[in-house]
Protein backbone atom coordinates (compact mmCIF):
# COMPACT_ATOMS: atom_id res chain seq x y z
CA UNK A 1 0.00 0.00 0.00
CA UNK A 2 2.82 2.41 1.01
CA UNK A 3 4.47 1.68 -2.53
CA UNK A 4 1.30 2.32 -4.14
CA UNK A 5 0.87 5.60 -2.64
CA UNK A 6 4.22 6.51 -2.90
CA UNK A 7 4.44 5.21 -6.31
CA UNK A 8 1.21 7.79 -7.18
CA UNK A 9 2.93 10.49 -5.33
CA UNK A 10 5.97 10.59 -7.65
CA UNK A 11 3.48 10.56 -10.56
CA UNK A 12 1.85 13.03 -9.42
CA UNK A 13 4.98 15.37 -9.01
CA UNK A 14 5.88 14.52 -12.24
CA UNK A 15 2.63 15.65 -13.85
CA UNK A 16 3.08 18.66 -11.63
CA UNK A 17 6.09 19.29 -13.05
CA UNK A 18 5.28 18.73 -16.81
CA UNK A 19 2.61 21.01 -16.36
CA UNK A 20 4.96 23.88 -14.63
CA UNK A 21 7.57 23.20 -17.87
CA UNK A 22 4.37 23.77 -20.35
CA UNK A 23 3.00 26.94 -18.70
CA UNK A 24 6.23 28.65 -18.20
CA UNK A 25 7.77 27.69 -21.61
CA UNK A 26 4.43 28.37 -23.47
CA UNK A 27 4.61 32.05 -21.41
CA UNK A 28 8.39 32.77 -22.48
CA UNK A 29 7.50 31.72 -26.11
CA UNK A 30 4.45 33.91 -26.01
CA UNK A 31 6.74 37.06 -24.82
CA UNK A 32 9.45 36.28 -26.89
CA UNK A 33 7.32 36.46 -30.13
CA UNK A 34 5.88 39.76 -29.05
CA UNK A 35 8.94 41.20 -28.46
CA UNK A 36 10.02 40.40 -31.40
CA UNK A 37 6.47 41.90 -33.02
CA UNK A 38 6.60 44.94 -31.14
CA UNK A 39 10.67 45.05 -32.32
CA UNK A 40 9.27 45.43 -36.43
CA UNK A 41 6.43 47.79 -35.68
CA UNK A 42 8.22 50.76 -36.29
CA UNK A 43 6.98 54.48 -37.81
CA UNK A 44 8.98 54.86 -41.17
CA UNK A 45 8.89 57.90 -43.57
CA UNK A 46 7.03 57.04 -46.71
CA UNK A 47 8.75 54.61 -49.23
CA UNK A 48 8.31 54.97 -52.80
CA UNK A 49 8.51 51.47 -54.26
CA UNK A 50 9.25 51.19 -58.05
CA UNK A 51 7.62 48.32 -60.23
CA UNK A 52 10.48 47.99 -63.18
CA UNK A 53 9.03 45.22 -65.00
CA UNK A 54 6.07 45.40 -67.21
CA UNK A 55 4.23 41.65 -66.84
CA UNK A 56 1.29 39.91 -67.52
CA UNK A 57 -1.27 39.65 -64.44
CA UNK A 58 -0.22 35.52 -63.71
CA UNK A 59 3.30 36.69 -63.76
CA UNK A 60 5.28 37.78 -60.71
CA UNK A 61 6.70 41.44 -60.90
CA UNK A 62 10.09 42.07 -58.93
CA UNK A 63 9.40 44.93 -56.87
CA UNK A 64 12.79 46.81 -55.36
CA UNK A 65 12.91 48.69 -52.33
CA UNK A 66 16.01 50.21 -51.18
CA UNK A 67 17.39 48.60 -48.08
CA UNK A 68 20.51 48.43 -46.44
CA UNK A 69 21.01 44.62 -47.78
CA UNK A 70 19.90 45.65 -51.05
CA UNK A 71 17.67 42.81 -51.02
CA UNK A 72 15.21 42.55 -54.16
CA UNK A 73 12.01 40.35 -53.40
CA UNK A 74 9.35 39.34 -55.56
CA UNK A 75 6.10 39.99 -55.15
CA UNK A 76 2.90 38.83 -57.11
CA UNK A 77 0.71 41.89 -58.21
CA UNK A 78 -2.15 41.61 -60.65
CA UNK A 79 -1.57 43.65 -63.88
CA UNK A 80 -3.91 46.74 -62.45
CA UNK A 81 -1.68 47.32 -59.62
CA UNK A 82 1.71 47.43 -61.53
CA UNK A 83 2.40 51.52 -60.79
CA UNK A 84 4.37 53.18 -58.59
CA UNK A 85 3.19 53.96 -55.15
CA UNK A 86 4.62 56.04 -52.28
CA UNK A 87 2.66 54.96 -49.35
CA UNK A 88 3.30 55.68 -45.31
CA UNK A 89 3.80 52.06 -44.15
CA UNK A 90 4.40 51.75 -40.12
CA UNK A 91 5.50 48.35 -40.73
CA UNK A 92 9.31 47.87 -40.90
CA UNK A 93 8.89 44.68 -43.50
CA UNK A 94 12.44 44.17 -43.83
CA UNK A 95 13.25 43.29 -40.18
CA UNK A 96 9.88 41.21 -40.38
CA UNK A 97 11.74 39.18 -43.29
CA UNK A 98 15.13 39.03 -41.65
CA UNK A 99 12.68 37.30 -38.81
CA UNK A 100 10.37 35.11 -40.93
CA UNK A 101 9.71 35.30 -45.08
CA UNK A 102 6.27 33.63 -44.97
CA UNK A 103 4.91 37.06 -43.25
CA UNK A 104 2.95 38.23 -45.82
CA UNK A 105 1.02 41.45 -44.24
CA UNK A 106 -0.18 42.93 -41.18
CA UNK A 107 -3.46 43.61 -39.18
CA UNK A 108 -4.38 46.42 -36.78
CA UNK A 109 -7.83 46.92 -35.11
CA UNK A 110 -7.80 49.69 -33.57
CA UNK A 111 -9.44 49.74 -29.87
CA UNK A 112 -8.23 45.58 -29.63
CA UNK A 113 -5.07 44.60 -29.41
CA UNK A 114 -5.26 43.18 -32.76
CA UNK A 115 -2.03 44.23 -34.03
CA UNK A 116 0.20 41.01 -35.36
CA UNK A 117 1.58 40.09 -38.92
CA UNK A 118 -0.29 37.80 -41.06
CA UNK A 119 1.55 34.86 -42.03
CA UNK A 120 1.20 31.98 -44.43
CA UNK A 121 3.06 28.82 -44.88
CA UNK A 122 4.23 27.99 -48.47
CA UNK A 123 3.73 24.38 -47.50
CA UNK A 124 1.49 23.49 -45.00
CA UNK A 125 -2.44 25.27 -44.83
CA UNK A 126 -2.59 25.18 -41.08
CA UNK A 127 1.06 25.14 -40.05
CA UNK A 128 0.83 28.82 -38.19
CA UNK A 129 -2.02 27.51 -35.84
CA UNK A 130 0.61 26.28 -33.56
CA UNK A 131 3.66 27.70 -34.53
CA UNK A 132 4.81 31.30 -33.62
CA UNK A 133 6.75 33.70 -36.02
CA UNK A 134 9.62 32.01 -35.51
CA UNK A 135 8.42 28.67 -36.44
CA UNK A 136 8.67 27.58 -32.96
CA UNK A 137 6.03 24.55 -32.27
CA UNK A 138 3.81 26.06 -29.98
CA UNK A 139 0.12 25.27 -29.43
CA UNK A 140 -0.57 28.38 -28.00
CA UNK A 141 -0.14 31.40 -28.90
CA UNK A 142 0.56 29.92 -32.49
CA UNK A 143 0.13 32.94 -35.09
CA UNK A 144 -2.20 34.77 -37.41
CA UNK A 145 -2.63 33.18 -40.77
CA UNK A 146 -4.18 32.62 -44.09
CA UNK A 147 -3.78 29.27 -45.56
CA UNK A 148 -3.20 27.91 -49.03
CA UNK A 149 -6.48 28.75 -50.44
CA UNK A 150 -6.17 32.09 -50.54
CA UNK A 151 -3.60 34.05 -52.55
CA UNK A 152 -1.01 35.95 -50.16
CA UNK A 153 -1.92 39.56 -51.94
CA UNK A 154 -5.03 39.12 -50.26
CA UNK A 155 -6.60 40.27 -54.14
CA UNK A 156 -9.62 37.13 -53.40
CA UNK A 157 -13.07 37.76 -53.24
CA UNK A 158 -12.73 36.27 -49.27
CA UNK A 159 -9.41 35.81 -47.35
CA UNK A 160 -10.18 33.91 -44.20
CA UNK A 161 -7.53 34.85 -41.56
CA UNK A 162 -7.62 32.55 -38.65
CA UNK A 163 -6.30 33.17 -35.30
CA UNK A 164 -6.68 31.72 -31.59
CA UNK A 165 -8.84 33.12 -29.12
CA UNK A 166 -6.58 33.60 -26.04
CA UNK A 167 -7.55 35.46 -23.04
CA UNK A 168 -4.07 36.83 -21.37
CA UNK A 169 -3.53 37.54 -17.87
CA UNK A 170 -1.42 40.21 -18.65
CA UNK A 171 -2.86 44.25 -18.77
CA UNK A 172 -2.18 44.95 -22.58
CA UNK A 173 -3.72 41.38 -23.39
CA UNK A 174 -0.48 41.30 -25.63
CA UNK A 175 -0.02 37.70 -27.19
CA UNK A 176 -4.63 37.27 -26.96
CA UNK A 177 -4.23 37.00 -31.18
CA UNK A 178 -7.85 37.21 -31.77
CA UNK A 179 -8.79 37.28 -28.07
CA UNK A 180 -10.15 40.53 -28.15
CA UNK A 181 -12.71 39.78 -31.37
CA UNK A 182 -14.95 39.00 -28.53
CA UNK A 183 -15.53 42.42 -27.63
CA UNK A 184 -18.02 42.16 -31.38
CA UNK A 185 -20.49 40.55 -29.26
CA UNK A 186 -21.27 43.60 -27.41
CA UNK A 187 -23.69 45.51 -30.07
CA UNK A 188 -22.39 48.91 -29.03
CA UNK A 189 -18.55 47.95 -29.60
CA UNK A 190 -19.36 46.71 -32.61
CA UNK A 191 -21.42 50.19 -33.71
CA UNK A 192 -18.39 52.35 -32.96
CA UNK A 193 -15.13 50.19 -34.25
CA UNK A 194 -15.86 48.72 -37.62
CA UNK A 195 -12.70 49.70 -38.85
CA UNK A 196 -9.90 47.12 -39.70
CA UNK A 197 -6.56 47.61 -41.39
CA UNK A 198 -4.49 45.21 -43.23
CA UNK A 199 -0.66 46.88 -44.34
CA UNK A 200 1.10 44.98 -47.30
CA UNK A 201 4.61 45.42 -48.18
CA UNK A 202 3.40 47.98 -51.00
CA UNK A 203 -0.35 49.12 -49.92
CA UNK A 204 -2.58 50.22 -46.85
CA UNK A 205 -5.85 48.32 -46.99
CA UNK A 206 -9.12 50.01 -44.60
CA UNK A 207 -11.86 47.16 -44.43
CA UNK A 208 -14.66 48.35 -42.32
CA UNK A 209 -16.94 45.71 -40.34
CA UNK A 210 -20.13 44.31 -41.55
CA UNK A 211 -20.80 41.28 -39.34
CA UNK A 212 -19.62 39.66 -36.92
CA UNK A 213 -21.37 36.18 -35.98
CA UNK A 214 -21.37 32.43 -34.31
CA UNK A 215 -20.82 30.34 -37.60
CA UNK A 216 -20.58 26.58 -38.00
CA UNK A 217 -17.13 24.77 -37.74
CA UNK A 218 -17.16 24.07 -41.33
CA UNK A 219 -14.11 25.26 -43.06
CA UNK A 220 -15.34 27.68 -45.41
CA UNK A 221 -13.83 27.32 -48.51
CA UNK A 222 -14.94 23.37 -48.43
CA UNK A 223 -18.35 24.64 -48.32
CA UNK A 224 -18.58 27.19 -50.73
CA UNK A 225 -16.58 27.92 -53.75
CA UNK A 226 -15.82 31.34 -53.47
CA UNK A 227 -14.01 32.12 -56.99
CA UNK A 228 -17.30 31.80 -58.69
CA UNK A 229 -20.74 34.51 -58.02
CA UNK A 230 -23.02 31.72 -57.29
CA UNK A 231 -20.81 30.62 -54.31
CA UNK A 232 -19.59 33.95 -52.90
CA UNK A 233 -23.47 34.86 -52.84
CA UNK A 234 -24.08 31.78 -50.99
CA UNK A 235 -21.30 32.71 -47.97
CA UNK A 236 -22.37 35.98 -48.00
CA UNK A 237 -26.30 35.03 -47.62
CA UNK A 238 -25.30 32.11 -44.82
CA UNK A 239 -23.54 35.01 -42.44
CA UNK A 240 -27.36 36.65 -42.21
CA UNK A 241 -28.66 33.17 -41.37
CA UNK A 242 -26.68 32.25 -38.73
CA UNK A 243 -29.60 32.97 -36.13
CA UNK A 244 -26.71 33.27 -33.21
CA UNK A 245 -28.00 35.43 -30.02
CA UNK A 246 -25.24 37.89 -30.16
CA UNK A 247 -24.52 38.29 -33.78
CA UNK A 248 -24.34 41.91 -34.91
CA UNK A 249 -24.67 43.54 -38.29
CA UNK A 250 -24.22 47.18 -39.96
CA UNK A 251 -26.33 48.49 -42.58
CA UNK A 252 -23.96 48.10 -45.20
CA UNK A 253 -25.09 46.59 -48.06
CA UNK A 254 -22.08 44.34 -49.76
CA UNK A 255 -22.15 42.21 -52.88
CA UNK A 256 -20.24 39.67 -54.67
CA UNK A 257 -18.71 42.79 -56.69
CA UNK A 258 -17.18 43.44 -53.11
CA UNK A 259 -13.85 42.60 -51.58
CA UNK A 260 -14.09 41.29 -48.09
CA UNK A 261 -11.70 39.42 -45.21
CA UNK A 262 -13.11 37.06 -42.77
CA UNK A 263 -11.26 36.91 -39.49
CA UNK A 264 -12.01 33.03 -37.94
CA UNK A 265 -11.81 32.35 -33.79
CA UNK A 266 -12.99 30.02 -31.34
CA UNK A 267 -15.97 31.19 -29.70
CA UNK A 268 -16.31 32.89 -26.52
CA UNK A 269 -17.27 29.73 -24.86
CA UNK A 270 -14.63 27.42 -27.23
CA UNK A 271 -17.34 25.42 -28.24
CA UNK A 272 -15.48 23.05 -31.17
CA UNK A 273 -18.98 23.04 -33.03
CA UNK A 274 -18.82 27.12 -33.88
CA UNK A 275 -16.22 29.88 -35.38
CA UNK A 276 -16.67 33.05 -34.30
CA UNK A 277 -16.55 35.01 -37.53
CA UNK A 278 -15.80 39.02 -37.94
CA UNK A 279 -16.19 39.88 -41.60
CA UNK A 280 -15.08 43.04 -42.92
CA UNK A 281 -15.58 44.37 -46.56
CA UNK A 282 -12.76 46.50 -48.61
CA UNK A 283 -13.53 49.87 -48.20
CA UNK A 284 -10.58 52.05 -49.34
CA UNK A 285 -7.36 51.43 -50.70
CA UNK A 286 -3.86 53.58 -50.27
Known amino acids: MKKR ?7 LVV ?4 CAIFII ?4 ASWNSERIIDAIKVTKPAETIDVLKETKSAETIDAVKETKSEKTIKIPIAEDKIKETTTDIPIDFDAAWEVNQDI ?4 KIPNTTVDYPILQSPDEDNYYMNHDIQKVKNRIPGSIYINLNNSADLTDNNTIIYGHNIHMSSDDGKGSMFGDLEKYYDKEFFEENQEIIIYTPQYIYIYEIFAAVT ?3 KLIPALYDLDRKNGYQDFLDSLYNTNGEKDNYS ?6 GDRIITLST ?3 DHDHNYRYLVTAVLVEEK
Not at 15 to 18: K, L, Y
Not at 251 to 256: C, L, P, S
Open 5 to 11: RKMALII
Open 15 to 18: IVIC
Open 25 to 28: HSKW
Open 104 to 107: IAWI
Open 215 to 217: YNN
Open 251 to 256: ARAVTV
Open 266 to 268: CTI
